[in-house]
């Protein structure tokens, strides 16, 4: 009888490390595949761009960030519809954000930084007006508590976008205020490391942005 436990314990501790490995497979594969399109977008761009000589790099700075007391900016391609780049922040979350964020850190400071690549399709190929994207995001959490020692989580979300560049002025074409909408939805995070708190990422989150920038002609 303590056989037949013994070998059902054993064999369940198998199941569930099959299903973690098949789990983590998935994962990587998902974010392999975005990665993928977000370098073969940049690929794109470059070679279109050499070919008709409109490749545009654009800088833009977070205005989000600094009202947050953060900071925050992106560097990116675009050609045609398309364009790709690397966004980066770092910010300190306040009680209100880390309620949506997590769960179960009430009583951490929490500071926040994240580095994200992304790829967005232009209705238009002036690079104005609507525009839809997606990106892959890699965030980490530093959780700062008063009596347990300080542990960083890492979460990694995909998500879809949907934005507006609006060009306020004509004779400016070059400036730009982008405002856009994001639902990053968490594919994988190791909170469950910090074992003196029960802190569990949220699966999805509505992100509103807004950004201020710059085209240049390359």
């Given at each position: 009888m303590e056989t037949t436990r013994f070998n059902s314990k054993i064999n369940?501790?198998?199941?569930?490390?099959?299903?973690?490995?098949?789990?983590?497979?998935?994962?990587?594969?998902?974010?392999?595949?975005?990665?993928?399109?977000t370098v073969l977008s940049f690929t794109s761009l470059i070679?279109?761009?050499?070919?008709?000589?409109?490749?545009?790099?654009?800088?833009?700075?977070?205005?989000?960030?600094?009202?947050?007391?953060?900071?925050?900016?992106?560097?990116?391609?675009?050609?045609n519809h398309w364009g790709a780049g690397i966004m980066g922040f770092n910010t300190t979350l306040n009680s209100s954000s880390i309620e949506v964020i997590m769960e179960g850190a009430e009583d951490f400071k929490v500071q926040n930084w994240g580095l994200e690549l992304y790829a967005d399709y232009f209705m238009k190929e002036a690079h104005t007006g609507l525009y839809f994207g997606a990106l892959i995001s890699v965030d980490g959490y530093e959780m700062n508590h008063v009596t347990n020692p300080t542990e960083t989580i890492i979460g990694v979300y995909v998500a879809p976008k949907i934005g507006y560049r609006w060009v306020p002025f004509k004779k400016t074409d070059w400036f730009y205020v982008q405002p856009s909408i994001a639902l990053p939805i968490l594919v994988w995070?190791?909170?469950?490391?910090?074992?003196?708190?029960?802190?569990?990422?949220?699966?999805?989150?509505?992100?509103?942005?807004?950004t201020l920038g710059v085209k240049i002609p390359l």
């Open positions: 369940q501790h198998k199941l569930k490390s099959t299903l973690l490995t098949n789990n983590l497979n998935g994962v990587k594969m998902n974010i392999f595949r975005l990665t993928l399109i070679g279109f761009g050499q070919k008709e000589n409109n490749l545009k790099l654009n800088l833009e700075i977070d205005l989000v960030q600094p009202m947050l007391g953060g900071y925050g900016g992106t560097i990116g391609l675009e050609n995070d190791d909170a469950s490391k910090i074992e003196t708190e029960n802190i569990n990422l949220s699966k999805a989150i509505l992100l509103p942005m807004l």
